[in-house]
């Protein structure tokens, strides 16, 4: 049957598709349309020919075991036994009545005519394949005259004599236009597939870095956001946005790719507003020193839209780390809080040092003191002015909270004023 495949070759070699690749596909989707034609061979493959630009379906019937020959035999001789038992009873009788005459009766010559035949149509219905009245077919051969059940509607009249097992042409008449629709189905799907694998490529490197995209509100969905990123549409969950952030249809935003997967409807790209390494990814852009390696960024806390600590060293000698985040007048810093509307961001100094980190972490508060109380807990206490006690606890423990995630150390906030007249009163005592 023949198929337009130049067409087809031409349309999958524009979207990077392969000529095997593009052949199986459709191979394989032909002969699932040919196993839901009426009595199709169960067996079957497809043939394609890109020089001819045609394709064959190949048949195989199913070869079904055949009745045990035990049982056939069985049958044969129980016949043949209740024959036998019949004939020697009758020549019992016959045996036992008196004789009427001398002399043996001799058959006439129609009698034994008579008999002869009789013999014959016996014999006949026993072994019906000795009789040459109706021949028939080899069992290991099958002729095209079988019915369509076997060959399906489509067997053509000058078939040869096929051997079970054997392959057998079984291409539909009227395949073309059913073939035509497969063909159109396959590649679109194969561009679908293409498009799927080159959005995939593009962006699973894409994974924990920044990009700029456009909002895309969607009405149906008015608690997701989709970010039109070139070509490919990202989607801003509810989860990874800033609370009480708006969202308005054409602007630009700058977002994290958190994860990249293929999904059941194409690769599905996750991107965050909220998630800290966003802050990260912000300074990049405009500190150079954290490009070339001269500052690091040790670790980051963050309750997107209110406050961010972000703790930082110098790798090399005479560099101020805070001081390159902050930049000249605070430009750098400025440039990143645009990005994250009213929320502010806090730089404070990292230190292997945990009571040195602490003291640090709770700024802008001041701590007099820190005691570590255990390493092996990472628990430490750190004791604060009273008139600034509420500046290191935040509203509703914010900077509390945030100095914690710094660290990874519960701290405990006291009053300086009140711990020193305590130790003050245990000296007195001793």
């Known amino acids: 049957m023949e198929l337009d495949l130049t067409g087809i070759h031409q349309l ?3 979207q990077g598709i392969d000529t095997e690749t593009l052949d199986e596909a459709l191979a394989e989707a032909l002969r699932q349309a040919y196993l839901k034609t009426p009595h199709a061979a169960k067996h079957a493959r497809v043939e394609i020919d890109d020089r001819a630009g045609t394709f064959t379906v190949w048949a195989q019937d199913e070869i079904s075991e055949p009745e045990p020959a035990n049982d056939a035999s069985e049958k044969s001789a129980a016949t043949v036994d209740n024959g ?3 004939e020697a009873t009758s020549g019992m009788a016959e045996s036992a009545e008196p004789q009427t005459s001398d002399t043996a009766h001799t058959p006439t010559a129609a009698e034994s005519s008579e008999s002869s035949d009789t013999t014959a149509h016996s014999d006949a219905a026993v072994t019906p394949e000795t009789s040459s009245a109706t021949p028939t077919a080899s069992p290991a051969t099958v002729s095209h005259e079988r019915s369509h059940a076997a060959f399906g509607p489509y067997a053509r009249e000058n078939r040869p004599v096929i051997r079970l097992g054997e392959e057998y042409d079984d291409t539909p008449h009227n395949f073309g236009r059913l073939a035509a629709a497969t063909a159109r189905q396959v590649i679109s799907q194969l561009f679908r597939d293409a498009e799927d694998n ?3 490529g593009a962006f ?8 700029t995209g456009i909002i895309q509100q969607d009405a149906n969905d008015p608690s997701n956001v989709h970010v039109a990123v070139g070509d490919t549409e990202a989607l801003l969950p509810r989860r990874e946005q800033i609370p009480g952030e ?4 054409g602007e630009r935003i700058r977002v994290y790719v958190v994860n990249v997967a293929r999904g059941l409807k194409g690769p599905e790209i996750i991107v965050s507003r909220s ?3 966003l802050v990260r990814r912000l300074f990049e852009r405009e500190v150079p020193e954290l490009v070339s390696g001269a500052v690091s960024i040790m670790a980051i806390a963050r309750e997107a839209g209110a406050r961010t600590k972000i703790a930082v060293r110098a790798n090399t000698q ?4 805070k001081g390159a985040l902050i930049g000249p007048g605070g430009a750098r810093v400025r440039a990143v809080m645009e990005n994250l509307g009213p929320e502010k961001i806090d730089i404070v100094d990292w230190s292997a040092d945990p009571a ?3 003291a640090g972490a709770l700024s802008p508060a001041v701590a007099t003191q820190v005691n570590v109380i255990s390493e092996k807990n990472k628990t430490a206490i750190a004791f604060i002015h009273d008139d600034q006690l509420s500046l290191a606890i935040g509203k509703e423990g914010q900077n509390a909270r945030l100095s914690a995630k710094l660290t990874g150390w519960k701290i405990g906030i006291e009053s300086a004023e009140a711990h020193a007249q305590q130790e003050s009163s245990q000296s007195a005592e001793k």
């Not at 699973?204 to 990009?211: D, F, H």
């Not at 005479?318 to 780390?321: A, E, F, K, Q």
């Open 12 to 14: 999958a070699a524009e």
């Open 84 to 86: 036998a038992s019949a």
């Open 198 to 200: 080159k959005i995939f």
């Open 204 to 211: 699973s490197g894409q994974k924990g870095k920044l990009v």
């Open 246 to 249: 708006r969202y308005h249809h």
């Open 275 to 277: 998630h800290p390494e």
């Open 318 to 321: 005479g560099v101020n780390p």
């Open 356 to 358: 040195k980190f602490v």
